[in-house]
């Protein structure tokens, strides 16, 4: 008995100080550091606008495009870290009309910009990318590209990152500290197919040559980078007016084409028992909440202009105007 207590204690006292039997500490790497931190190279430069062009091709499930980021100068500059994960590869960095010299260090790329980055001023830089993006497997658990089939086997994609970072499908400043002021999206893709995206469907227009059509969103409030999230497939819409406490708001309801019926039976009378300062008020939410649950309705969000709720039928979106 003397022997098995003097090993017990012995067990005890050469555990680490904090430590617990059976845990262990989480290493951070170097991918970690450079994702999370406000880096010396992501710190000098406020993002302001991101013009986002991007093409989608269903039939290898590969993206290509570029993103012009305009930015604020803050300080004196070092190196720009832009955010890309693999295996996408950025091809090139373009400023002032030059092509910058740039390094990868994992998913994280330093640009040596060659123009002159006086304090205060406004510029511009473009990122030129394209490959494969990681698929998520479990969405919108696990991020990435999702390449998925409509309730008609009709190609239907979309992204979840807000977890993994907006930069598993585009480039950016991949840091929640900052977001662009604003956002112009263009999203490519093969006619018929509608691409739906965050805030106000300023036009679209068909490239003849080879039967795509590009559709160009523009949001002209403060939007985190995950939340730039395209929604690709056979759409309608129809649209409403709700009587807001200023002016009236238009609201537009994208849906998959084979549940319009549907949509507009049912959104139609969520947005009459609207009562206050917007479509759907903290007292109306509960409702509102309860029965989109089951028809997979995209809605108003003021910093995103778009929510998912569930899995079901009807595919929705809508943005509120004002």
């Not at 993103?67 to 004196?76: D, E, G, L, R, S």
Request: proline content about 6%; overall charge positive.
């Amino acid at each position: 008995m003397k022997i098995v207590l003097a090993t017990i204690v012995f067990i005890f006292l050469c555990v680490p100080a904090g430590a617990q039997p059976g845990t262990q500490q989480k290493k951070y790497t170097r991918a970690d550091s450079l994702r999370g931190s406000i880096t010396p190279e992501r710190e000098w430069w406020d993002a302001l606008h991101y013009d986002l062009h991007v093409h989608f091709n269903y039939a290898d499930s590969t993206v290509k495009g570029y993103n012009a980021i305009q930015y604020k100068v803050q300080k004196t500059p070092r190196r720009m870290q832009i955010d890309l994960m693999k295996p996408l590869v950025l091809d090139s960095v373009v400023q002032d009309g030059s092509t910058q010299q740039f390094e990868q260090d994992g998913n994280a790329y330093f640009i040596h910009l060659l123009s002159p980055q006086e304090q205060n001023s406004i510029q511009s830089i473009t990122v030129y990318y394209h490959g494969k993006p990681q698929v998520a497997v479990r969405p919108p658990w696990g991020g990435g590209l999702i390449w998925a089939r409509d309730g008609k086997e009709r190609p239907w994609i979309s992204i979840a990152c807000q977890g993994l970072g907006a930069s598993v499908w585009y480039p950016c400043k991949d840091h929640q500290s900052d977001e662009p002021d604003s956002a112009s999206i263009h999203l490519t893709v093969p006619d018929p197919l509608v691409a739906v995206a965050n805030g106000r469907l300023k036009g679209e227009k068909k490239v003849e040559r080879n039967g795509e059509v590009t559709f160009q969103w523009s949001v002209v409030s403060p939007i985190n980078n995950y939340n730039i999230i395209p929604y690709v497939g056979y759409y309608t819409h129809f649209k409403q007016t709700y009587a807001g406490q200023k002016r009236p708001l238009d609201v537009t309801y994208w849906v998959l084409d084979y549940n319009l019926q549907q949509a507009q039976t049912h959104l139609r009378h969520d947005v009459s028992i609207g009562s206050g300062l917007t479509p759907f008020t903290k007292t109306d939410i509960r409702s509102w909440m309860r029965h989109t649950w089951e028809w997979n309705i995209r809605a108003p969000l003021p910093m995103a202009t778009v929510i998912k709720t569930g899995t079901g039928v009807t595919t929705c979106r809508a943005a509120a105007g004002g």
